[in-house]
């Protein structure tokens, strides 16, 4: 995601790493959990095992973690990670974070209940998108829920990542899903206007 201000790397002639995407805190990085997902928590939507999917600095794996949940977090970014860790520490919260590519879950070799995605799968380009998914249905129990914040194609403009439609996120949880509800939310950011049209999505493994 890039800063409707500014992007952050501007500079750059080719796209950031993760690490830089972090060397000072990105728009999405809003120091508390996306009202969307503490709303879902408080309604019960998270449980059993919980993995945060390109978790970034923390927050809602450390939400999950505050309600009890087993959470574990997964990012690429070593240093959102090592921020992620001094969060926990500071609210003595159990929480487990690990360096790892969200493109290849399998590789975790475990099985989580609740999956959550704030502001992930809407980088992908389609063949990742793919491999994510894939990853998805394997770590997902049966009956696991997969709970997603994206970019909506409502949003205007054209920065930042593509704009997902209803009919992208329908096509990809197809085979081996029930798409339980797709609704108009938001991404609060830390720029102007404060936040982004997003698409909330609610998905059960089957």
Known sequence: MSRRDGHPHQGLTRPATPEEL????????????QPAFLALAEAGAFQGRVLDAGCGTGEHTLLAAGLGFEATGVDLAGNALRTAER???????????????????TDLEEPFDTVLDSGLFHV????DRTSYVTGLRAVLRPGGRFLMLGISDREPGQWGPRRLT????????GDGWRLDSI????????????????????????
């Open 183 to 206: 609704e108009p939310s938001a991404i609060d950011v830390s720029v102007r206007p404060g936040r982004i049209e997003a698409w909330l999505v609610t998905a059960t493994r089957i």
């Open 124 to 127: 992908f380009g389609d063949q």
């Open 87 to 105: 969060k926990a520490r500071e609210r003595g919260l159990p929480a487990r974070f690990l360096r790892h590519d969200a493109r290849h879950l």
């Open 22 to 33: 972090y060397a000072s805190p990105p728009p999405w990085d809003i120091g508390r959990p």
């Open 166 to 173: 209803r009919q992208e996120i329908t096509a990809a949880f």
